[in-house]
């Protein structure tokens, strides 16, 4: 029970554990095809029970657009970074803060210069291009430059010797997950993102039967653009500074080329260090010439979507069918901003259960309304500015990040995997991103992640799953210290919660829901106090 609840201080040491990327258990599982990056949560025996602290010296981030460039070294203390890649010009360390200049390796001009090159051969301007995904991605510049064009980029990496390159993107006010590309599906729905994008990301895509380029086209929009640059891109000019033969980065691209064809992509454009694909907008043309070459069958009966410790495929997922070679797979999207409020085309083909165009626009109702008052509970979420991490931990449609679309903040929408639909497709249609989660387990991020959570019958949805301290101390891994928490729940569900985040360093109140006092479902309004790891100098 709750009175025998003690959350006490972890260890200092532990002031960067990631409970599923914990470098030490990784080291059990195989090298090969880095397995043992991937997830491998401790099980309950293995479970630390206690708070992650904060590094000494530890503060509030420094407000987004500033956050962009620079973060300040007590929140991240790792000064190796900046010796290790110093020549790369991706992160400079400047008395009591590091600075990004928005260098990296293939952006010798910066990450503006970069977008804007690409903007060059794909329209980056019209709208039609808001979703992208950035794999194996650095401290995440092209996402963090990407966001003043009105483009949402997911960014992941795994957690390795690079020390904090997620760490650091989040910092910076970046969306960003530690992941990898190994063994299992990445953490979204088929059809998410307008483009993908590796700039020497050290991914080996022509190797293993094209499984990693595979597992790209499967989370790639109908007629959506997968964009390379670095090795082995422009090997021509490049080979010797790169210190490889010409022999081995041509069967490198021959290999590449080669996958991109048996996928259906079509090479649009290389163009100094860039090379651009696109995959088609519907099956049709590729079914024809799968019976002359193939080469990659379709996947078959395997759903899609579903992508939480699912193995990849070398198989072809499949696009919807259509009845016409110049209609796109699952439904043409509105371009951005439009597309935010228009109903997705997973909701309007009737592919969500239970699920209508008329419940779509009236939750989008219902939490413009909620948001505002949540507004009126939580001063830190009013002040413009002043928050800029925001993770919902059941998204359901993705209305509460909708309500925020004005603010000066992202939202990672998670759709747990216990939901009774999946309608992780359909926030991403909206233009939204997220990824699927079990709250049952640690999310793959670093601790400090998030400025605010919301969780919408998150505590209801697993009281017979799973121990409710133990999702609480998860959330209070990834959330800032005075960052704040708002819970919405039945009053019985609240009450129990309360009586464990008392024992936490939460300071919290249970308030009305938006109606007034005569319904059963509460909000619980939450802030987590402002605490850290003791001084290295105390003993």
């Given at each position: 029970a709750s009175r025998d609840f003690h959350a006490p201080p972890c260890a200092a040491s532990l002031s960067e554990y990631t409970p599923c990327e914990d470098v030490q258990r990784s080291l059990k599982f195989p090298r090969e095809n880095l397995i043992y990056r991937e997830r491998h949560c401790p099980t309950e025996e293995e479970l630390l029970r206690c708070r992650v602290p904060a590094p000494f010296g530890y503060r509030v981030p420094l407000r987004w657009p500033e956050s962009r460039d620079a973060a300040w070294f007590a929140n991240v203390p790792h000064k190796e970074l900046t010796v290790e890649k110093k020549n790369q010009n991706w992160v400079r360390f400047e008395g009591?803060?590091?600075?990004?200049?928005?260098?990296?390796?293939?952006?010798?001009?910066?990450?503006?210069?970069?977008i804007d090159d690409i903007g060059k051969l794909i329209d980056?301007?019209?709208?039609?291009?808001?979703?992208?995904?950035d794999t194996g991605c650095g401290v995440a510049s092209w996402g963090a430059y990407l966001l003043s064009r009105d483009i949402l980029a997911v960014s992941f990496a795994p957690r390795d010797t690079h020390e904090a390159q997620v760490q650091f993107a989040l910092e910076r006010g970046v969306p960003a997950l530690i992941g990898v590309l190994a063994s299992i599906r990445l953490p979204y729905p088929s059809r998410s993102f307008d483009m993908a994008h590796c700039s020497r990301c050290l991914i080996p895509w022509g190797q293993n039967e094209g499984i990693y380029l595979n597992e790209v086209d499967r989370v790639l929009r109908p007629?959506?653009?997968?964009?390379?640059?670095?090795?082995?891109?422009?090997?021509?000019?490049?080979?010797?500074?790169?210190?490889?033969?010409?022999?081995?980065?041509?069967?490198?691209?021959?290999?590449?080329?080669?996958?991109?064809?048996?996928?259906c992509w079509k090479k649009l454009v290389q163009k100094g260090d860039l090379a651009i694909w696109q995959k088609p907008t519907n099956h049709i043309h590729c079914k024809i010439t799968r019976k002359v070459y193939k080469n990659r069958p379709f996947c078959e009966a395997k759903d899609p979507d579903t992508a939480w410790y699912t193995k990849m495929d070398i198989c072809l997922t499949p696009l919807p069918e259509v009845n016409d070679i110049r209609e796109v797979s699952g439904g043409e999207l509105p371009k951005w901003p439009q597309r935010l409020k228009s109903v997705p085309p997973r909701i309007s083909s009737g592919s969500l259960k239970g699920i209508t165009g008329k419940m779509f626009k009236e939750n989008n109702e219902l939490w413009k309304k909620r948001v505002a008052y949540y507004?009126?509970?939580?001063?830190?979420?009013?002040?413009?500015?002043?928050?800029?991490?925001?993770?919902?931990?059941?998204?359901?449609?993705?209305?509460?990040?909708?309500?925020?679309?004005?603010?000066?903040?992202?939202?990672?929408?998670?759709?747990?995997?216990?939901?009774?639909v999946n309608t992780l497709g359909?926030?991403?249609?909206?233009?939204?991103?997220?990824?699927?989660?079990?709250?049952?387990?640690?999310?793959?991020?670093?601790?400090?992640?998030?400025?605010?959570?919301?969780?919408?019958?998150?505590?209801?949805?697993?009281?017979?799953?799973?121990?409710?301290?133990?999702?609480?101390?998860?959330?209070?891994?990834?959330?800032?210290?005075?960052?704040?928490?708002?819970?919405?729940?039945?009053?019985?569900?609240?009450?129990?919660?309360?009586?464990?985040?008392?024992?936490?360093?939460?300071?919290?109140?249970?308030?009305?829901?938006?109606?007034?006092?005569?319904?059963?479902?509460?909000?619980?309004?939450?802030?987590?106090?402002?605490?850290?790891?003791?001084?290295?100098?105390?003993?």
């Open positions: 009591d803060r590091f600075r990004f200049p928005g260098g990296g390796t293939m952006f010798p001009r910066g990450a503006d210069a970069y980056l301007k019209d709208g039609s291009i808001r979703t992208a995904l007629g959506g653009y997968w964009i390379l640059s670095g090795p082995p891109i422009n090997w021509e000019n490049h080979w010797n500074g790169w210190k490889r033969t010409r022999e081995s980065l041509k069967e490198e691209q021959d290999g590449i080329e080669k996958v991109a064809k048996s996928l507004k009126t509970l939580d001063y830190q979420l009013a002040e413009r500015g002043r928050y800029r991490n925001l993770l919902d931990m059941n998204a359901y449609l993705g209305g509460f990040a909708a309500a925020l679309i004005d603010d000066p903040v992202w939202v990672m929408n998670t759709v747990p995997v216990e939901a009774e359909a926030i991403y249609e909206r233009g939204l991103i997220g990824t699927y989660m079990n709250w049952c387990e640690a999310m793959s991020t670093y601790p400090r992640t998030y400025d605010f959570i919301h969780g919408d019958s998150v505590f209801s949805l697993y009281q017979n799953r799973c121990k409710v301290e133990d999702i609480l101390l998860e959330m209070d891994r990834i959330l800032r210290p005075e960052g704040s928490v708002i819970l919405r729940d039945d009053v019985d569900v609240l009450l129990k919660v309360k009586s464990f985040t008392d024992a936490m360093q939460w300071e919290s109140r249970i308030a009305d829901h938006e109606k007034g006092p005569h319904q059963r479902e509460k909000i619980l309004f939450a802030v987590k106090q402002y605490w850290t790891a003791p001084s290295p100098d105390q003993k």
